[in-house]
């Protein structure tokens, strides 16, 4: 059943929460990287209560409607990150002369 499918989403939470610390533990907390990661990671698991806090109430139609605004949003949420980071690494290593 799909609605079964898509209740496997309150299964995933503990394994996102679990993923997010380690991801967290590896950068230092003097990088200025950690603090994006806990924003993003903070961010997605709203996005995912969200969604499955609602997924009782909705029929199918609205439950994949749902669905895929919640994969875009994360999707967004990861492009702005990579972009965060990739400028962070840039910025850390620019040389100002003199």
Do not use: C
């Amino acid at each position: 059943d799909a609605f079964q499918h898509l209740n496997g989403v309150e299964a995933l939470l503990g394994q996102f929460d679990g993923q997010m610390r380690s991801i967290a533990l590896e950068y230092t907390l003097g990088s200025g990287i950690r603090s994006a990661v806990l924003r993003f990671a903070r961010h997605v698991r709203s996005d995912l209560d969200a969604f499955a806090s609602a997924l009782p109430a909705m029929d199918m139609s609205h439950a994949v409607s749902r669905l895929l605004a919640l994969v875009f949003a994360i999707g967004h949420r990861s492009r702005t990150l990579a972009k965060h980071l990739g400028m962070h690494a840039w910025v850390r290593t620019l040389a100002v002369p003199g």
